[in-house]
């Protein structure tokens, strides 16, 4: 006789932390939605007990650190060669990621409390945020392939729904048809190569659940590559083939280059949408995917050198560095948030590309607290101006018909009409103080910790280029700080801009969740660092590799891998950074003409971050002038042949069925008997005389 | 001989059974005697039909039992079917609440007939023998010719049953005809004794076997609706009361399939040979004409309806592979395309009921004004296109065609490349639907649609809550694939022991 | 000699035989004219004719409750109850009408001389009819197997039957019970939408 532990039991439940938000969404679609309250309580209290399970669960594995993921396992679907089943595995990093997505989901959620709390849509939209939750966590608990690829075309599915939330607003819609196009380039992508992974290990998967993440037995990623490297089935070159097909579902999910151009315009969602799906948790489900099936893109043997990684590498590191670029000169503080997301993530992809794996995950749990922060705090910003233009009604027509491609940028997220807003919102402003200087890799805030361990370890990077993609990263740090205080100062400094008086905040559901979110985005960094590294910076002792809390906690592999910062490349990074708020505070406090300077001097660099470098432009005339065409002369040649006979077919189908004969044409019941007596007669002498 | 005692075990498994025959009476009588309570009729019956349903579920578990000396047995596929059989009667009698008002004085017989069809269908599971087999067969056509012409005032409905009633009657003869060969030849009307015979006769084959063999798939045929004795399908489909037409696609046919799939597979399972290739015959024609007039359809319910006798052609594939997998894939259909096909006439239904039309142009535009019907239809039609979005649809197809590539045959490969070939146009023609609700601009019978409503006294609950139950059953049958795939497999395996000579006498 | 050949011929052809083509000729006209008839009254009593030979079959085949069955159910009652139904609708009016329609009698002729040669050819190609084997005489009495077997082994189609009868009664009722008025007017209006109020 034995009780459970408490342990077993939380494993055993952990289910239930990605059904908890699907029972709810049901509950509030099915009978909740007419009672406002009660839709929010559901969901709300649903993110409540998945955040305090998935608490719980950390705690469990920080005492006693698991060897072998805990899974829980159903079959789907079996059979002799295929077996496919769901469930839900919790390792550490999975833990790690339940953590970040029930905190944020939670203080977003209660945030969206007061966000939303005059629109109709009301209760469709907590449904919508529990379903995405529970989509997402779906997402990070996934045993196999297949059901992580289940999950992603979930959330994907929500982010469309979130981001044409307003679908009467035409950008909305177009922003979410938007993001659905460049997504499914991408989940075409993952999904062949997950088919081609798939088919060319499929002698491995027999009698076992196929495309596992982890075994104990070993019939996981690591085994069938092996396997398929010693059967001839899978060869570097096809390894990286797949590892490459695979990437494209991250690349447009965390929107890296050259899929990123959904991201910026999913702002046209609510705003506690931007910072839940699109800054926070969906957008990072990418990085996560690649820490999750990492060794896909090791090579063969599982090290570190492969191509698959070089590629990770590169397009997080060029991503970084554009997407900051275009941050520069943006004037719509949601979408300045979003481009600062877009660069942040491709610090993550150049992490785990350069073989930092601990230190990009770091960056994706810092980046999460503060980002979202940082978006919540826009949308408190917003809220704040919204009465300002609400009652002008040829505006807000005029709102609801632009196109995205007229980039009509509404006035209550217009930096321009902004300025001094700390004297009327002094939290929001301090919490947004707190996000920039988190993200620009101050010391002593998180940002800085996982930074600067992924610029590092660019430039210890083996692959070939490493100079320049720590130069790259650096650039962008420096970049980054300037953008980010280039916002902070716009919007609370100097002279307020705009038509009407803001509303003063005062302490409400509003601003709870962004204390709250303050709090992980100063402190969260000192969970990967070491006391001993302080004497390092000050060049008192010599540098080594020093273990950490979080990576020893996130051990991946044999054993802990621990990334150390590189004291010289650190100073640099800082000093860009400090030189890019002293740049911002000159510019936009001190009114230096350095802006205008710029702009008139390097007319050609301005206007390309302003165009975004064109991207837009380049796709769609792609689009238009290429796809499209061919599609329409395809579509043609198919129409006129294949339809057309087909239909043609279906007409001589028609007239040999006896369909001509009109519906109450005597004597056709007559005729149905005649039918079914040739029939018989001919059949069997047919039959019998074609007989093999 | 079998005594009393025989008599009591039986009727102890045959509980289910005599509840719906009780449940018929009270539908008979029960108008008669309180005709204000008349409403209740359809609760009773929906009541009844899942408590059937689930008594039969219960038999499960025990193995397979003959009763009266062979001539009905009680094993998994007579559950899976029995229980089938009950679910879909449910579920139309929760459509047909919403045509209550169309069925005028005749709505207390309409929901007998119903029932009588249902028990039809659950005493065909378990026949194995010609006599029950017939009398079952001729009990579920009268029952669905009367069913189908149950809208007496509509002319279309009574054209319907009457075609439908020349046509069964013709069928009838070829059965009866293809049956007294079959006891002339093995002086046997159990299918264990037949078998044993046909093992002798099926050595060398002649005529007179193949003739009989094709004789008795007709009738089958004519039940599953596939081509050449497919003609009355359209007729009545489009006639007939539109909840009728739901249990015509499904319930008679699944009837029809069990028979076939007993019959063929125990009795006449040593001419396999013969029969596989002539259901493949029926099968590919089958595939081709109703895919390909579907295509040119403007009729929603005529669509499906075309689309029905190709869903045939698929399940035919299964049929002659005569392999346990191939069963099994043919069980799994049956329980998805049950579900998908009923969704789609309940959404039918709904649609017809607000809008008085069922052309598929007018669905355009759905989606903005009952956004909650459109996504319904869209996924019920979705699954019946075999698209793996929720991917129970996907998987039916996929097992029905890998047992046909299973059985490696010249036979199997080609039913395989026809269903895929045909699968295309299959595709278009319900995709049509689906994007034209969901992308173009409302049509104008559309545009005339009021906000929803939402009380529950509405006539619509009954067509809605059915959809709502095929679109969760569509849902649940994804998750639950492999158990689903189980009680297939296990419903399939049940047949090799009733291949055993004639028990008790 | 030709004659003694005919007689030899007719001696060899036993008494049953002689029978079963006497009642065959009867039978076959009669069919046609059930059939060919454009008086439809006169076709049913056609009809009964027709299962009188085939009573007059079943006795020769000894079996001789199916014989009797057969005139008491078929010959008597179904086909009496056809003749007065067709009487008391009018039937009459409509004689001019010929049952098959010309388009099709080329047809039809085709597919009956297809359907008569698949049933001839498999007739000729059956090597052995067990039951042939079987002397009739050797069985138990007919009245008794059929009574045994109705209640023992088909007891369960035989109950079942009775399901199927009271359907068929409870839809003779169903179609010949008349329509509210209301309803009956609706005519082919019936496919129109149905308001929320008129539901019954």
Same mark, same amino acid.
């Given at each position: 006789m034995h009780l459970p532990t408490l342990t077993n039991v939380l494993f055993a439940w952990s289910p239930m932390i990605v059904l908890a938000p699907f029972i709810a969404a049901i509950v509030i679609i099915l009978f909740?939605?007419?009672?406002r309250t009660l839709s929010m309580l559901l969901s709300v209290g649903a993110v409540a007990y998945c955040f305090l399970h998935s608490c719980a669960i950390l705690n469990v594995l920080y005492n006693q650190p698991l060897l072998n993921p805990a899974s829980i396992n159903w079959d789907w679907f079996n059979s002799q060669s295929f077996h496919l089943s769901m469930g839900v595995m919790i390792d550490h990093l999975a833990a790690v990621m339940l953590l970040v997505v029930t905190t944020i989901s939670l203080f977003v959620q209660i945030y969206s409390h007061g966000y939303m709390r005059?629109?109709?849509g009301y209760a469709r939209f907590f449904a919508y945020l529990s379903l995405f939750t529970g989509s997402m966590l779906g997402l990070v608990v996934s045993t196999n392939l297949f059901e992580s690829y289940f999950f992603w075309e979930l959330v994907g599915v929500m982010s469309y729904l979130l981001i044409g939330f307003?679908?009467?607003?035409r950008t909305a819609a177009e922003a979410a048809l938007k993001a659905f196009i460049v997504n499914r380039i991408g989940d075409f992508g993952f999904l062949i190569g997950i088919l081609f992974f798939l088919s060319s290990t499929f002698g491995f998967w027999v009698n076992h659940p196929i495309? @596992?993440?982890?075994?104990p037995q070993g019939f996981d990623l690591v085994g069938a590559i092996r396997w398929g490297y010693s059967h001839g089935t899978l060869t570097e070159l096809t390894l990286t083939g797949i590892s490459i097909c695979m990437l494209l579902g991250p690349i447009a999910k965390s929107a890296q280059?050259?899929?990123?151009?959904?991201l910026a315009d999913? @702002?046209?969602?609510p705003t506690p949408i931007s910072a839940l799906?699109?800054?926070?948790t969906m957008v990072a489900a990418g990085v996560y995917l690649i820490a999750r099936a990492y060794p896909i893109w090791l090579t063969p043997s599982q090290t570190l050198d492969s191509a698959g990684l070089a590629v990770i590498a590169w397009v997080g590191g060029i991503t970084a560095f554009v997407a900051a670029t275009i941050a520069?000169?943006?004037?719509?503080i949601k979408r300045i948030l979003a481009w600062s997301t877009v660069s942040q993530l491709g610090y993550m992809f150049c992490g785990l590309g350069t073989g930092a794996y601990t230190a990009g995950i770091f960056h994706l749990f810092n980046h999460a607290f503060f980002k979202a922060m940082l978006f919540l705090c826009s949308g408190a910003i917003i809220h704040a101006l919204h009465h300002c233009y609400a009652h002008d009604s040829q505006l807000q027509k005029r709102l609801n018909e632009?196109?995205?491609?007229? *980039?009509?940028?509404p006035p209550d997220q217009d930096? *321009?009409?902004?300025?001094?807003?700390w004297k009327y919102m002094p939290i929001t402003g301090s919490c947004f103080l707190v996000g920039c200087l988190s993200i620009s890799g101050i010391?002593?805030?998180?940002?800085f910790f996982s930074k600067d361990d992924i610029i590092s370890s660019a430039f210890r990077y083996?692959?070939?280029g490493h100079e320049l993609l720590s130069a790259l990263l650096i650039i962008t740090a420096g970049l980054t700080s300037f953008y980010m205080f280039r916002t902070f100062f716009m919007a609370?400094?100097?002279?307020?801009?705009?038509k009407e008086e803001p509303h003063k905040e005062k302490i409400s559901v509003m601003n709870l969740p962004l204390i709250a979110l303050a709090v992980p985005s100063i402190i969260s960094g000192y969970l990967g660092a070491?006391?001993?590294?302080l004497p390092q910076l000050c060049g008192i002792s010599a540098p080594t590799t020093l273990p950490n809390l979080f990576g020893q906690f996130l051990h991946w592999g044999p054993t802990a891998q621990f990334e150390s910062a590189n004291l010289q490349i650190m100073w640099i990074s800082i000093a860009f950074a400090a030189g890019g708020i002293l740049l911002a505070y000159m510019a936009y406090?001190?009114?230096?003409?350095v802006n205008s300077w710029c702009a008139d001097k390097f007319k050609p660099f301005y206007t390309l971050s302003w165009k975004k470098w064109y991207f837009d432009e380049i796709y769609l005339w792609i689009c238009q002038k290429l796809v499209l065409r061919l599609f329409r002369s395809l579509w043609n040649l198919i129409d006129m042949t294949l339809v057309d006979n087909c239909v043609n077919l279906s007409c001589f189908a028609t007239l040999g069925s006896g369909e $001509? $004969?009109?519906?109450?044409?005597?004597?056709r019941a007559q005729w149905y008997a005649l039918v079914i007596f040739g029939s018989v007669a001919t059949l069997a002498l047919l039959y019998f005389f074609i007989r093999p | 001989m079998p005594n009393i005692n025989d008599y009591l075990g039986a009727l102890k498994l045959l509980q289910p059974e005599i509840f719906l025959v009780a449940a018929i009476l009270f539908c008979a009588l029960w108008d008669l005697f309180f005709p204000s309570l008349k409403r209740f009729t359809p609760i009773v019956c929906i009541f009844a039909l899942l408590f059937a349903g689930a008594g039969l579920w219960g038999?499960?578990?025990?193995?397979s039992t003959t009763l009266f000396g062979g001539l009905f047995v009680v094993d998994k596929l007579t559950v899976l079917f029995g229980s089938l059989a009950c679910a879909v009667g449910a579920i139309v009698v929760c459509m047909s609440t919403g045509y209550a008002s169309r069925l005028g004085r005749n709505a207390g017989e309409f929901y007998m007939l119903l029932l009588v069809a249902t028990l039809a269908v659950v005493f065909l599971a378990g026949t194995t023998d010609l006599i029950m087999l017939f009398v079952g067969l001729e009990t579920l056509s009268l029952s669905c010719v009367l069913l189908s012409g149950a809208?007496?005032?509509d002319r279309k409905s009574n054209e319907a049953a009457l075609k439908y009633l020349v046509s069964t009657a013709a069928t009838t003869a070829t059965l009866l005809y293809g049956l007294s060969f079959l006891y002339g030849l093995?002086?046997?009307?159990?299918y264990g004794d037949i078998h044993n015979r046909m093992l002798e006769l099926?050595?060398?084959?002649?005529l007179v076997v193949v003739f009989l063999l094709v004789l008795v798939l007709s009738a089958v045929g004519f039940k599953l609706s596939?081509?050449?004795?497919? @003609?009355?399908a359209p007729d009545v489909f489009e006639g007939a009361p539109t909840p009728v037409t739901a249990f015509l696609s499904i319930g008679s046919k699944a009837g029809g399939l069990v028979v076939a799939i007993r019959l063929l597979s125990t009795a006449l399972g040593p001419a396999a040979g013969d029969w596989s290739f002539i259901v493949g015959l029926l099968a590919i024609a089958s595939m081709i004409f109703g895919n390909l007039i579907a295509l040119a359809q403007p009729s929603f319910k005529r669509m499906l309806a075309y689309s029905s006798i190709a869903h045939v052609g698929y399940i035919l594939i299964g049929l002659t592979s005569n392999s346990l997998n191939g069963l099994a894939a043919i069980n799994f259909y049956v329980v998805v395309y049950g579900l998908m096909n009923l969704g789609a006439f309940a959404g039918a239904i709904l649609f017809t009921n607000e809008t008085g039309s069922d052309r598929?142009?007018?669905?355009?535009?759905?989606f903005r004004k009952r956004p909650w019907l459109a996504l319904g239809i869209s996924i019920c039609l979705i699954n019946l296109a075999g698209?793996?979005?929720?991917p129970a649809g996907f998987f039916a197809k996929a097992f029905v065609f890998w047992s046909g590539i299973e059985a490696s045959s010249v036979l199997g490969w080609t039913l395989v490349a026809v269903a895929l070939a045909t699968s295309v146009p299959a595709i278009y023609y319900y995709m049509r639907v689906v994007i034209k609700m969901v992308a173009r601009e409302p049509s104008d019978v559309v545009k005339q649609l009021g906000p929803g409503r939402h009380h529950l006294?509405?006539?619509q609950w009954g067509p809605a809550a059915a959809l709502c139950v095929c679109v969760a059953g569509i849902i649940a049958g994804s998750a639950a694939v492999n158990p689903i795939m189980n009680v297939a497999q296990e419903a399939a395996s049940a047949l090799q022991p009733t291949l055993l000579s004639r028990p008790g006498s | 000699m030709e004659s003694l050949n005919l007689l030899t011929a007719l001696a060899h052809v036993n008494v049953e035989q002689g029978f079963f083509y006497v009642l065959a000729a009867i039978a076959i006209p009669l069919a046609y004219g059930v059939v060919f008839d454009r008086n439809v009254i006169r076709s049913g009593f056609l009809l009964i004719g027709v299962f009188a030979t085939i009573a007059g079959l079943f006795f020769l085949l000894q079996a001789q409750f199916l014989g009797l069955s057969q005139i008491l159910i078929y010959g008597v009652g179904i086909t009496l109850v056809i003749v007065i139904a067709l009487m008391l609708t009018n039937a009459r009016q409509e004689t001019?009408?010929?049952?098959?329609l010309p388009a099709n009698v080329g047809l039809a002729s085709f597919v009956s001389v297809l359907v008569f040669t698949t049933i001839y050819l498999s007739l000729r190609s059956?090597?052995?009819?067990?039951?042939?084997?079987?002397?009739?005489?050797?069985?138990?009495?007919n009245i008794e197997m059929i009574g045994k077997h109705l209640m023992t082994y088909y007891a369960l189609p035989f109950e079942f039957a009775s399901i199927l009868l009271l359907a068929a009664l409870v839809g003779a009722v169903m179609l010949s019970k008349a329509e509210p008025a209301s309803l009956a007017n609706a005519g082919d209006e019936a496919e129109q939408a149905v308001d929320g109020t008129d539901r019954v």
């Open positions: 909740a939605r007419f009672n005059e629109d109709p307003w679908w009467h607003k495309l @596992m993440f982890s075994d280059l050259p899929l990123h151009v959904w999913a @702002m046209e969602g799906i699109h800054a926070a520069l000169t943006q004037f719509d632009v196109s995205l491609s007229d *980039r009509l940028i930096l *321009r009409n902004m300025g001094g807003l010391p002593g805030l998180s940002g083996t692959g070939g609370f400094f100097g002279q307020y801009r705009g070491n006391p001993q590294w406090v001190k009114n230096f003409a $001509l $004969l009109r519906y109450s044409e005597n004597g | 038999q499960f578990v025990i193995g809208l007496k005032s093995t002086s046997s009307t159990y099926a050595h060398s084959p002649s596939a081509v050449p004795f497919h @003609m009355w598929i142009d007018d669905y355009a535009g759905l698209l793996p979005i929720p006294a509405d006539p | 001019g009408m010929n049952p098959a059956a090597e052995d009819w067990p039951l042939k084997n079987e002397s009739s005489l050797s069985l138990p009495p």
